[in-house]
């Protein structure tokens, strides 16, 4: 819902997850240090105030929503995407959304840690207990929604059914608070010495502050991660949700697996050592640098995911994050001994530096080095612990660990290889840019060059994308004036609308791309220099929402795969309805449909036909995809010949610059040939159609698997 509001870009992503985590910090900090004095003066059991805070998370379900398009709204007047005014404004816009829920999901910790103090005084490991429980639920929580939830209902309904289970959480704790009103344990009140005060030995102090380093460290350095995995695992996962959903759920499976096992240990009186869990962890985070090297692992920039590939890569962080599992909770318990102000406090050092982690990755780390070095470089604290407590280990375990710990550095640092490195090894020409969004690679020589964003392919130079240009040009009703592209790719459409002499606006969200134009194109300062043209770094929806221009003609490309989220924001009824605003009268809207899941396309074709009264459908030149045609005023009947003629010189000259055709006509007859007329290739069911609250592209797995 964050990238339909605010683009689909990282720092999105990234703020997201930070202000998630800032929320749960704030909220077990002041849940911890507040609930003692507020069960001593009310005399209320803690639980109820538990149900108090589930109660607003139940609230946030609607209002998020309802901020975001306040939110969106705001910020149409900041600027393109890649100012720094709009990132800082929309991080702000982000926080106001869903900060306020966040903090009241962090207060949980706290107020069921007092709760279950007051049932059972002397417990001193109801953390690492919650801890459990909670990361259980987030496990399912993450896969019921992505696989089943939103397939079935949508966006909107999917909230009211997660709203509906923070309510009935809320009633169910009522009824035990009530259960217990007046004899809330008064010795929860008095019971709150911190570990870190001066009452406490020298090593018992020196010991506090090194739990709160590594707790620290270990959010910061995990959550930073996880979004370098993102970017990293595309070219072996692809960029469908249910990739991040994986790598969310083996992050929080491996978690609560490493969990389970230190609540086991602990109640067999044998819980592994710190020294132990700092080593390993430091050993385990090399791992995926390891694994995610196209010699173990199958990465393809074109085409459909390897499973066994994906579960290596999967696999990969599964040890860290159950040596996290296990860790965390232990250091909290070791630290709080029940108490859930001490808790409340060092949890919330935790989460912030799981706030931090994502904003480092996200604006220094990633536009300046590669996915490979960005995770080398996260490992560097944990490494630190791990040779801090290195002489603490016994002897054997020393040498043993330390040669597995050796081995495992040295190779990532000096022989493993990435996506990004056996490009540059193996492909000719290879360049590679980065920046706050993606990391881009362009390879190839004369025709057969590449795009490659986050490594899966974009586009190829191929005249499937004139055609995307100059076929709603050439329909056009009159002399075209202006024409807007949404998706700048090579930058080859670019050259064909402003071959029509005519002013032309390109929409790309990544920067990168932009400054490859010239890679493609030996010609493309003349275009960029060209007064008529402009490339505007924005996402192609909110430029449409915050300017007033209209249009000819516009031409949507929307990248690659047909079931990332975005393309689903392109194809949706929301869109083409904003969309049609913008075009002038007798303006034509050209979408590009690649091929793929025929259920999809009908999907894409019924969103397209609601929107517009008018829908023509050509496949194309080179025999795969199809051109859709829509506008709001019949599209006339035009014979090749009558659109050869409505086209300037210099725009036949480009729409036969790849062509061994020397006739323009003949060249769009091969198309104009192919028309498939709408009421043959449209679905009757209505419902298969593309929405903002359901994209029906991108989560498919239910309808493929009852078919």
């Known amino acids: 819902m964050a990238f339909a509001s605010f683009g689909i870009i990282t720092p999105v992503l990234s703020v997201v997850i930070s202000v998630f985590m800032l929320g749960l910090s704030v909220g077990a900090w002041m849940g911890g240090r507040l609930i003692a004095g507020l069960v001593g003066k009310t005399g209320l059991s803690a639980i109820l105030f538990y149900a108090f805070a589930e109660l607003l998370i139940g609230f946030g379900a609607f209002a998020v929503p309802k901020l975001f398009a306040i939110g969106e709204h705001f910020l149409?007047?900041?600027?393109?995407?890649?100012?720094?005014?709009?990132?800082?404004?929309?991080?702000?816009?982000?926080?106001?959304?869903?900060?306020?829920?966040?903090?009241?999901?962090?207060?949980?910790?706290?107020?069921?840690?007092?709760?279950?103090?007051?049932r059972e005084y002397q417990n001193s490991t109801s953390f690492s207990y919650l801890y459990l429980a909670n990361v259980l639920g987030a496990m399912c929580g993450t896969i019921l929604t992505a696989l089943v939830l939103i397939e079935l209902l949508g966006f909107r309904r999917t909230l009211w059914v997660a709203a509906a289970f923070n309510f009935t959480i809320a009633l169910i704790s009522c009824s035990l608070g009530f259960g217990r009103r007046g004899i809330?344990?008064?010795?929860?009140?008095?019971?709150?010495?911190?570990?870190?005060?001066?009452?406490?030995?020298?090593?018992?102090?020196?010991?506090?502050?090194?739990?709160?380093?590594?707790?620290?460290?270990?959010?910061?350095s995990a959550m930073a991660m996880e979004v370098v995995w993102s970017r990293a695992f595309t070219p072996v996962l692809k960029t469908q949700v249910y990739s991040f959903a994986l790598v969310v759920f083996a992050y929080l499976g491996a978690t609560f697996l490493g969990s389970l096992g230190y609540r086991r240990d602990l109640r067999n009186h044998s819980p592994l050592s710190t020294a132990t869990l700092v080593f390993w962890l430091a050993t385990t985070a090399f791992l995926p640098v390891l694994v995610n090297d196209p010699r173990f692992v199958r990465m393809n920039w074109m085409g459909a995911t390897d499973l066994t590939s994906a579960i290596i890569v999967l696999a990969s962080i599964c040890p860290l994050c159950a040596i996290l599992g296990y860790l965390t909770p232990s250091l909290i318990d070791e630290y709080a001994a029940g108490r859930p102000a001490d808790a409340g406090k060092v949890y919330a050092l935790n989460v912030l530096g799981c706030i931090l982690g994502p904003l480092f990755a996200s604006y220094v780390l990633l536009p300046r080095v590669s996915e490979r070095h960005a995770l080398i470089l996260l490992c560097l604290p944990l490494l630190a612990f791990g040779f801090f407590y290195y002489k603490s280990l016994p002897r054997w375990a020393r040498l043993s660990s330390g040669s597995i710990a050796g081995v495992t550095m040295t190779w990532a640092l000096f022989f493993s290889q990435d996506f990004e490195g056996r490009m540059?090894?193996?492909?000719?020409?290879?360049?590679?840019?980065?920046?706050?969004?993606?990391?881009?690679?362009?390879?190839?020589?004369?025709?057969?060059?590449?795009?490659?964003?986050?490594?899966?392919?974009?586009?190829?130079?191929?005249?499937?994308?004139?055609?995307?240009?100059?076929?709603?040009?050439?329909?056009?009703?009159?002399?075209?004036?202006?024409?807007?592209?949404?998706?700048?790719?090579?930058?080859?459409?670019y050259r064909s609308a402003l071959s029509w002499d005519i002013e032309t606006t390109a929409v790309e969200l990544v920067p990168s791309v932009k400054e490859a134009f010239a890679f493609y194109h030996a010609d493309a300062a003349q275009f960029i220099n060209n007064s008529k043209g402009r490339i505007i770094i924005d996402d192609?929806?909110?430029?449409?929402?915050?300017?007033?221009?209209?249009?000819?003609?516009?031409?949507?490309?929307?990248?690659?795969?047909?079931?990332?989220?975005?393309?689903?924001?392109?194809?949706?009824?929301?869109?083409?309805?904003?969309?049609?605003?913008?075009?002038?009268?007798?303006?034509?809207?050209?979408?590009?449909?690649?091929?793929?899941?025929?259920?999809?396309?009908?999907?894409?074709?019924?969103?397209?036909?609601?929107?517009?009264?008018?829908?023509?459908?050509?496949?194309s030149v080179e025999g795969w995809g199809m051109h859709l045609l829509a506008s709001a005023e019949p599209i006339e009947i035009r014979n090749a010949g009558q659109l050869a003629a409505q086209m300037p010189a210099s725009a036949k000259q480009d729409l036969l610059e790849w062509s061994s055709s020397q006739n323009p006509a003949a060249y769009l007859e091969r198309v104009l040939v192919q028309e498939a007329p709408i009421e043959n290739v449209l679905n009757p069911n209505?419902?298969?159609?593309?929405?903002?609250?359901?994209?029906?592209?991108?989560?498919?797995?239910?309808?493929?698997?009852?078919r």
């Open 184 to 220: 809330a344990n008064v010795l929860l009140v008095k019971a709150e010495t911190p570990l870190g005060t001066s009452a406490l030995s020298p090593h018992h102090a020196s010991r506090g502050r090194a739990i709160k380093w590594i707790l620290f460290s270990t959010g910061f």
């Open 424 to 493: 540059v090894r193996f492909e000719k020409n290879t360049t590679v840019r980065r920046d706050y969004a993606a990391s881009v690679i362009s390879f190839g020589e004369m025709r057969n060059k590449h795009l490659l964003v986050n490594g899966i392919g974009m586009t190829a130079l191929t005249p499937v994308t004139k055609f995307m240009v100059h076929l709603p040009l050439a329909f056009h009703k009159g002399q075209p004036k202006s024409a807007l592209l949404i998706c700048f790719g090579m930058g080859t459409g």
């Open 686 to 706: 209505p419902e298969i159609r593309i929405t903002d609250d359901q994209p029906y592209n991108e989560y498919f797995l239910l309808r493929q698997f009852w």
């Open 76 to 118: 149409l007047a900041a600027g393109q995407t890649d100012s720094v005014g709009y990132l800082f404004f929309s991080a702000l816009v982000l926080a106001a959304s869903i900060l306020p829920w966040c903090v009241c999901l962090g207060a949980t910790f706290p107020l069921m840690m007092a709760y279950i103090r007051e």
């Open 540 to 619: 192609g929806r909110r430029y449409l929402k915050r300017t007033q221009e209209k249009f000819d003609v516009i031409v949507i490309d929307p990248p690659p795969p047909v079931e990332a989220a975005g393309s689903s924001l392109l194809y949706s009824q929301e869109f083409y309805a904003l969309a049609k605003q913008h075009l002038k009268p007798n303006g034509i809207l050209q979408a590009w449909f690649p091929g793929g899941e025929l259920a999809t396309a009908h999907a894409v074709l019924r969103s397209l036909h609601d929107s517009f009264s008018y829908v023509r459908c050509f496949d």
